[in-house]
């Protein structure tokens, strides 16, 4: 039997109650599977700050560096928006990407059809939507020097911030951007605006000569104007996109919304090759602590579900024991369960563990 660690970070607010379904689902997949979960939980964002001054214990990194994958919650609330900057709880999630080298970030966009009508598009436009946005999570213009603000000699100030990427960074999340295509519809977008950066050449003609050693998948170069146009105009056209830092930000956003509800994405920061037979990865659901219903039960579970789905896809090559998880939630959801966020009017509405018990139900029944 192979034992796979997990380490299991809730964090704050409804972080501690998605968290919690999302474990019982893996629970529920380990059983008969021929696989054991080992989860050690830790503490990291506010609570950490609280309990050990600081939202990234080193405890908390060292068990995360020695676990096959992070299920990750939220952090982050009221209580902690006072502190300076650097010793916010979203620190927390900040360093260990950058201890973890996570530097592709992948957030699927897939409209539920039994959710279509809580998107903002029209059902003939938005409806089959399943789209994956791989978005550079370390490099770019988030990070690239130099960066800051100077004084002009004539009063006023210059600000500064620089797109920058190497070969070996754009090959190695094209490589992610491809090997996550092939799993899917072999169809890849790679997003830059070509036409005017000249960091963005360099991007097209990295991913092109990467691509020839993924022959069975069609390639595509997208502007990112014209992909945020297409995005909202014919949503169904993408299947995987890759792209830069900056543009993945506002991409991913806006893909999101075609999906309704912040309570049903899940998400997957990918590092190096490690030891679960994928990549060593942090998986968390895209909402954060939601303090205006935390304690109350009643959060939705199912972004943190499908994110404990990613883990085992992308990180432990368990794809078939995520489609169980994936098949499982479109079941309950077809069955008409709802919580309060994906709900119509006057729709009946379960609370968190109790959307969480009919998905482990579901789980157990595929085994
Ligand atoms: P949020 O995602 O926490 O909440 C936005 C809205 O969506 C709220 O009305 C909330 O009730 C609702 N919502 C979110 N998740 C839900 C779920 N699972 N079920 C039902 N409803 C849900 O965003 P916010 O209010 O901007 O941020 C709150 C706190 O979370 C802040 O401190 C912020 O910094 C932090 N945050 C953390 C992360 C993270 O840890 N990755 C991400 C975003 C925000």
Redesign the pocket.
Known sequence: MSTFKIAVLP?????QE?TAEAVRVLRAVAKGSGTSFEFESALV?GGAIDAAGTPLPAETLKLCKASHAIL???????K??HLPQEQ???RG?LALRKELDLYANLRPATCFSMLVDASPLKRSVVEGTDIMVIRELTGGLYFGEPRGRTPLAGGGERGVNTMVYTTPEIERVARVGFEVARKRRKRLASVDKANVLTVSQLWREVVTRVGRDYPDVTLEHVLVDNCAMALVHKPTHFDTIVTENTFGDILSDEAAILAG???MLPSASLGLAGAGGGNVGLY??????????AGQG???????VLSAAMLLRYSLNMGPHADRIEAAVSRVLEQGHR???IAAKGEKVLGTTAMGDLIVRGVEESA
């Not at 968390?284 to 219903?293: K, L, S």
């Not at 009643?298 to 943190?304: D, K, L, Y």
Request: aromatic fraction near 4%; charged fraction near 20%; charge should be negative.
């Open positions: 964090g704050d607010g409804i972080g998605v964002g990750f919650g939220s952090v982050g609330g009221p902690w928006d916010r709880a979203e999630l509800s912040m309570g968390e659901p895209v909402h954060g602590t939601a303090p205006d219903i009643i959060a939705n579970p199912i972004a943190a919580t309060r966020d």
